[in-house]
């Protein structure tokens, strides 16, 4: 069996140099840009919590959307092929990372939780079953080396 690999690429700048160098731990800015070809640009910071830019997306964030993303990805892609017809798909996710010690924050664990609506003609049961191989098929869910969860909520239309 062949492997396939799929390559990702970007340009990530400091934007904050433009406020001053990194003299001190407090006094530099967190703000950075990531350019992706063909893509808007992604502007972020530092969680609040380590001096950060409140109004800008963080790591954090991006990594927790990723994982709801690729979730949900994955889900959609395996209800089309076992004819489960979903109307609406929203997740309302959250992740918890503890800082394991002064130089080792680390997610402990995140929870999806999908509230999907299907057909009035689709399984339900299998719709709920199916949250299981989605999150095995997911890549960024593969990639972790934490728990990601899911607590699905299934209804009919």
């Known amino acids: 069996m062949s492997s396939k690999s799929h390559s990702y690429a970007l340009k990530l700048q400091w934007t904050g140099a433009s406020q001053g160098p990194t003299a001190n731990y407090a006094g530099y800015s967190r703000e950075y840009r990531v350019d992706i070809a063909g893509k808007p640009a992604l502007v972020g ?9 409140a109004g800008l997306h963080n790591p954090e964030d991006m990594l927790l959307a990723a994982l709801s993303a690729c979730h949900m990805l994955s889900y959609l ?5 076992g004819k489960i017809k979903v ?18 924050p680390a997610f402990a664990e995140v929870v999806l939780r999908p509230r999907v609506v299907i057909s009035a003609d689709s399984d339900a049961a299998k719709a709920k079953a199916l949250h299981d191989q989605a999150h095995k098929i997911c890549f960024i869910a593969n990639s972790v080396n934490f728990p990601v969860r899911h607590e699905p909520e299934i209804s009919q239309a």
């Open 87 to 104: 109307i609406s798909y929203e997740d309302a996710a959250s992740g918890t990372m503890s800082e394991i010690g002064p130089q080792r």
């Open 77 to 81: 892609a395996v209800c089309a092929l």
């Open 45 to 53: 910071s530092a969680d609040p919590a380590f001096r950060g830019d």
